[in-house]
């Protein structure tokens, strides 16, 4: 019978067979490829008992408006059953700058919440245990520095930071990559990063420094395999600049963490979950010998795709998002975000992001999914994309090297270039009607039925420049600039910074004032420009 | 005879403080594919940035892209600067995270369009190819 297409693609572009057989797997070994879940090399999952034992955690990126806001919003998500908190920082937030800065007029508290000073970090964890929750962060520019003030609130709180758990994103590279949301050049980044995996190996162990992310990535238009390589290689990239700084690898690998998009081609989503954490162990391995087994092991966080989610017909997007969220558990990851129907349009009102857990909830208790560990090991298609997806990644890694490591190829564009000629072949593929977008390209309505919208008070901004020029007054002036002053020696001669910047947040140095002192003496970086 | 008319010149940039730069980017290759001549200014900019280099470089129109929920501030900013200078004949469009509420009340201050997420690049071309000359 003729075929409804001439040719079958997954979303990174393999061909897709008929169907698959044993023949596709004909040297393929389970011992060596597999492993059991728990073992080497890890393909069916970082824990023996996986979802049997504990379910991942559900964490809901949030943040909005004032620290007050975001509190009450976390406290809501805390009491609908989440356990993990994740923060949104706004954009001047992001880039180091205060709220009284002229750049950051008109974004602060949209996209996420505005810290500025550790009094506005207090206030965003107010009442909220710091030893009971995990928290994760996602900020990387000024990381290092938000990290101090969260460390400095357990300490003002009588918590020990060996306690602490949560993860900051801190990751660089993917920046300079994708996300672009950087203020220090790549290799002086590369040292904060560094200073932040060695503070807490020491400090805070149960802390993950840093978090590799290949979402931003592939929200910039990659396809599943460049998001795997990329992602993987900036992990060993760090893992090598720790190694260098003479920290000894058991010491900080088992502390890293991933986290990777969760996006629509199914199989081939769930095949980049499992070829990642095979992957990740066997280059660890090979390239360091590690003894703890835990050191090369991929665990990770997901998202569900914000790039796959369209204004037209919000309501699909819950469709889209529960299906990406099941890959994301078929595929093993340790915790998930699920985007919210609203996303296109604004930030999520209270009851889009409980529709985005409640989701989580009923794969999790109704679907049955999660009773046995990796249920697709041993399909002859998910193995084969797994096989396909590790070795299209290798190929990638080859390349990396021979342009001498992934910062050289951020300066020549490559990963860039690759990212958006990606994403041109998919808008490409879109417009000819080649990939299917319900209610974007078919099922078109001419009218949309408009949805409840979540709006931001007008007044966070007054507010927190109001606020901040309240402690600027009232703070010891000398105190702090005495502080920053040791954080700029420290940072010039190369001495661990975490101290420093803890220092300097207890004075009530303003993240603006901290960052704007890094960069006098790290300097500040212009990318090169890929259209 | 007949003089072929000169190719739109368009100003295509983020404006504000966010980086999500792929859309931005794709539509800047769509419009010279469609035989425009863009002026790609990268990310971070101001709007005094933005309306300088576009009087400079003697655009037709600016496109603007914004994903930090800033679209209200710099969006009008840009309008403010254009008539300050003398400009208004250079039209604005963008497009970004916006919800409805906002499209309205941009487009009714002199936004030309807004594009969302899912808006088809081809609509945005035959808005753009639509745009009068300026000056």
């Known amino acids: 019978?003729?075929?409804?297409?001439?040719?079958?693609?997954?979303?990174?572009?393999?061909?897709?067979?008929?169907?698959?057989?044993?023949?596709?797997?004909?040297?393929?070994s389970p011992d060596e490829e597999l492993g059991a879940p728990g073992q080497f090399p890890y393909t069916r999952g970082v824990y023996p008992t996986m979802y049997r034992g504990r379910l991942w955690t559900m964490r809901q990126f949030a943040g909005f408006g004032s620290a007050e806001d975001t509190n009450r919003r976390f406290k809501y998500l805390l009491q609908h059953g989440q356990n993990g908190l994740s923060v949104a920082f706004d954009m001047p937030t992001l880039m180091g700058i205060d709220a009284d800065s002229l750049l950051a007029?008109?974004?602060?508290?949209?996209?996420?919440?505005?810290?500025?000073?550790?009094?506005?970090?207090?206030?965003?964890?107010?009442?909220?245990?710091?030893?009971?929750?995990?928290?994760s962060m996602t900020i990387n520019g000024?990381?290092?520095?938000?990290?101090?003030?969260?460390?400095?609130?357990?300490?003002?709180?009588?918590?020990?930071?060996?306690?602490?758990?949560?993860?900051?994103?801190?990751?660089?590279?993917?920046?300079?990559?994708?996300?672009?949301?950087?203020?220090?050049?790549?290799?002086?980044?590369?040292?904060?990063i560094t200073d932040t995996i060695a503070y807490c190996s020491e400090h805070v162990p149960k802390w993950h420094p840093v978090s590799i992310s290949g979402y931003h990535i592939r929200e910039a238009g990659s396809t599943a395999i460049q998001e795997l390589a990329f992602t993987l290689y900036n992990g060993l990239t760090y893992v090598e600049a720790?190694?260098?700084?003479?920290?000894?690898?058991?010491?900080?690998?088992?502390?890293?963490?991933?986290?990777?998009?969760?996006?629509?081609?199914?199989?081939?989503?769930?095949?980049?979950?499992r070829a990642a954490r095979r992957l990740w162990a066997r280059e660890m391995t090979r390239r360091y010998r590690p003894g703890d087994p835990r050191s090369v092991q991929l665990r990770c966080h997901a998202q569900t795709a914000g790039c796959s989610l369209t204004a037209q017909q919000p309501m699909n997007n819950v469709v889209r998002t529960t299906i990406q969220a099941l890959a994301a558990v078929l595929g093993g990851?340790?915790?998930?975000?699920?985007?919210?129907?609203?996303?296109?349009?604004?930030?999520?009102?209270?009851?889009?992001?409980?529709?985005?857990?409640?989701?989580?909830?009923?794969?999790?208790?109704?679907?049955?999914?999660?009773?046995?560990?990796d249920p697709l090991g041993g399909s002859y298609y998910v193995e084969t994309l797994t096989n396909r997806l590790e070795e299209a990644a290798q190929d990638y890694f080859h390349r990396l090297d021979d342009m001498g490591g992934m910062i050289r190829a951020i300066e020549r564009g490559f990963p860039q270039r690759e990212i958006l000629d990606a994403s041109q072949r998919y808008l490409r593929e879109s417009e000819r009607k080649e990939r299917i977008i319900v209610g974007v390209n078919e099922y078109v309505e001419p009218v949309e039925r408009p949805i409840p919208i979540f709006k931001i008070g007008q007044d966070v901004e007054q507010e927190q420049v109001a606020r901040l020029s309240d402690l600027r007054k009232c703070r010891d002036s000398f105190k702090m600039a005495g502080t920053v002053e040791a954080l700029q020696e420290a940072a010039s001669c190369g001495e661990n910074v975490m101290p420093y910047l803890i220092d300097a947040v207890k004075a009530k140095a303003t993240l603006g004032e901290i960052c704007m002192a890094l960069k006098e003496v790290l300097g500040t970086y212009r990318e090169p420009v890929v259209l | 005879m007949a003089v072929a008319s000169a190719p739109l010149r368009i100003l295509i940039g983020k404006v504000g403080l966010d980086g999500h730069d792929r859309g931005v980017k794709l539509i800047a290759r769509a419009l010279r594919d469609a035989g425009m001549e863009v002026v790609y200014t990268g990310l971070h900019q101001t709007p005094e940035q933005v309306v300088n280099t576009a009087i400079q470089e003697n655009v037709d129109a600016i496109g603007l892209s914004i994903l930090s929920g800033a679209h209200k501030t710099l969006f009008r900013r840009v309008l403010e600067l254009l008539n300050e200078q003398d400009a208004e004949d250079i039209a604005l469009f963008g497009g970004g995270i916006i919800p409805d509420e906002d499209v309205a009340a941009l487009t009714a201050d002199g936004v030309k369009a807004l594009f969302r997420p899912g808006a088809p690049v081809q609509e945005i071309v035959t808005f753009v190819k639509g745009l009068k000359p300026h000056g």
């Open chain 1, 1 to 28: 019978m003729q075929e409804r297409k001439p040719r079958f693609t997954s979303l990174s572009g393999f061909d897709t067979n008929l169907v698959y057989t044993h023949d596709d797997l004909k040297d393929w």
């Open chain 1, 105 to 135: 007029h008109g974004e602060i508290g949209r996209c996420g919440v505005a810290i500025s000073s550790l009094d506005d970090m207090e206030r965003l964890f107010e009442d909220i245990p710091l030893d009971q929750v995990t928290t």
């Open chain 1, 142 to 192: 000024p990381a290092a520095v938000i990290f101090a003030m969260y460390l400095a609130v357990a300490e003002k709180r009588g918590i020990r930071l060996e306690r602490l758990n949560g993860t900051l994103q801190n990751d660089i590279l993917k920046e300079y990559i994708a996300q672009k949301e950087w203020l220090f050049p790549p290799e002086p980044s590369l040292r904060l």
């Open chain 1, 242 to 273: 720790a190694v260098k700084a003479g920290l000894p690898v058991d010491r900080f690998a088992p502390q890293l963490s991933f986290f990777f998009n969760a996006h629509n081609d199914f199989f081939e989503e769930i095949a980049k979950f």
């Open chain 1, 333 to 373: 990851a340790q915790s998930l975000h699920t985007n919210s129907m609203d996303e296109t349009l604004a930030l999520p009102t209270e009851d889009a992001v409980k529709l985005a857990l409640r989701t989580q909830q009923i794969i999790a208790q109704e679907s049955e999914v999660t009773n046995s560990v």
